[in-house]
């Protein structure tokens, strides 16, 4: 019984307690408080309440990266750290102007640094106009010699490397009316645009060391940084569009053309001989970043024809062998148009030499034969008749004997320094003659 009163005793207490809440006034709701109100009822955020002398002590104290992340705290913190950056103490301290490292190490460490700055100009002046941004960040590095044209004699100078990953770092995902905005700025301030009109209105050969520093920081500074297609097809294209078609040819050749191992342009040794595929990798990678952009923006097919067909002369017109590897670097689809196009024009004779040093190539540098043979498949298909096609067979397999019969009189004149080359290059042409016909004849007997 004592039980179950205590019960009955505690289900009315709550009832009680319960009945009398109801009648309470009801509260009123929660605000939240954000961060910045609480810091304009609470006199300013901590760091503000500090004497400026304290706050720089602070920064001071920390990393570049650590002050990128303190400027995203609030608007107060971005203003005074702009201030701050705009110091000549901090400026001598901080932007790095010894690009003439020893060791991978220092390169590295700098490299990062500069990487690190720009995150810092990102963040902090990202409340700014564009053109605000660019103005204040760049009147930082405008007296700095390794970062101009023509200013730095070091071979070893990794200026323009370390401007490359600042300014990668900085633009990251800016859209494109402001990458364009950069580019007239930095044209602006380094006159970019009429050094290169300098350099490609001379002759081959002449002002090699203003072609080779223009290459050098269109390549380190412009190009070479970004890792993704997209962001280097469009800087190429800003370099390449004010220019007629003649001079594209001229600017791409020096952007990406083969370098000899003092440094200078190899002009005549596309002339003169067949080069290795490293030699011409690079040209083929920007061919191919200029192929991909065929729209209304970018180069029509016909344009990046004819830069093609102006660049193979540059001095002179090349060794065709170095023509037949450009062409097989840049892959099937614009080897296709180009021999397409010459078939189409009844260049027989052009488009049935090529095809046989596209075949040597083959053979030389480790292709499938597999593949020469599908493309004079698909070049025989251009062809609308069946006399035509006949025509083009019959001038190719004439062409297989005139080049053999080229390289055995060239063996036999007594030229001893390069009779092992071009006796290895014979036996290479034999070798792919009779592999391609191989393949050509299994494929028709299928």
Request: include cysteine; aromatic fraction near 12%.
């Amino acid at each position: 019984m004592v039980r179950k009163a205590s019960r009955d005793v505690g289900r009315y207490t709550v009832t009680q307690r319960s009945h009398k809440r109801a009648h309470r006034r009801p509260r009123p709701a929660r605000t939240i408080v954000t961060r910045s109100q609480c810091s304009v009822h609470g006199g300013g955020s901590f760091f503000l309440r500090l004497p400026a002398e304290v706050f720089d002590l602070i920064l001071e104290k920390l990393s570049v990266f650590e002050i990128s992340v303190l400027s995203m705290v609030s608007k107060e913190i971005t203003r005074y750290i702009l201030d701050y950056t705009s110091t000549l103490a901090w400026k001598n301290k901080t932007i790095i102007q010894s690009f003439h490292h020893s060791t991978c190490l220092e390169q590295r460490s700098t490299i990062g640094h500069y990487r690190d700055l720009g995150l810092l100009f990102k963040r902090c002046t990202l409340l700014l106009p564009t053109k605000d941004r660019l103005k204040f960040i760049f009147s930082k590095f405008s007296q700095i010699p390794c970062f101009l044209l023509e200013q730095c004699l070091a071979p070893d100078c990794i200026g323009f490397s370390s401007y490359g990953v600042f300014l990668q770092t900085l633009i990251a995902g800016w859209d494109e009316l402001e990458c364009h905005r950069v580019f007239n700025y930095l044209s602006d301030l380094t006159n970019l645009l009429q050094k290169i009109e300098a350099v490609i209105t001379g002759k081959p050969g002449v002002r090699w060391y203003q072609k080779l520093q223009l290459r050098l920081f269109c390549r380190q500074v412009l190009l070479d940084p970004w890792p993704n297609m997209p962001e280097c097809q469009f800087w190429l294209m800003q370099l390449l569009r004010p220019w007629p078609l003649v001079s594209q040819a001229h600017l791409l050749f020096i952007l990406y053309g083969p370098l000899l191992p003092e440094g200078t342009f190899g002009w005549q040794n596309l002339v003169e001989r067949g080069l290795p595929h490293s030699a011409l990798w690079d040209l083929a990678r920007a061919i191919l970043l200029l192929f991909g952009k065929l729209d209304d923006k970018g180069p029509t097919a016909n344009s990046l024809l004819a830069i093609l067909e102006e660049l193979i002369v540059i001095p002179q017109p090349w060794h065709v062998e170095n023509v037949a590897r450009l062409l097989v670097l840049c892959g099937s689809s614009l080897c296709y148009t180009v021999l397409a196009s010459k078939a189409v024009n009844g260049r027989l004779l052009e488009i049935s030499r090529l095809i046989v040093y596209i075949i040597l190539v083959c053979e030389k540098d480790g292709y499938h034969m597999t593949w020469a043979v599908k493309m004079v498949q698909q070049i025989c298909k251009v062809f609308s008749t069946a006399p035509e096609r006949f025509c083009f067979i019959q001038q190719l397999e004439n062409m297989f004997s005139e080049v053999t019969r080229e390289f055995f009189e060239y063996s036999v004149t007594g030229n001893h320094l390069e009779d092992r080359e071009t006796f290895q290059t014979l036996c290479f042409l034999l070798d792919s003659s009779a592999r391609f016909h191989t393949k050509f004849l299994h494929m028709f007997l299928k």
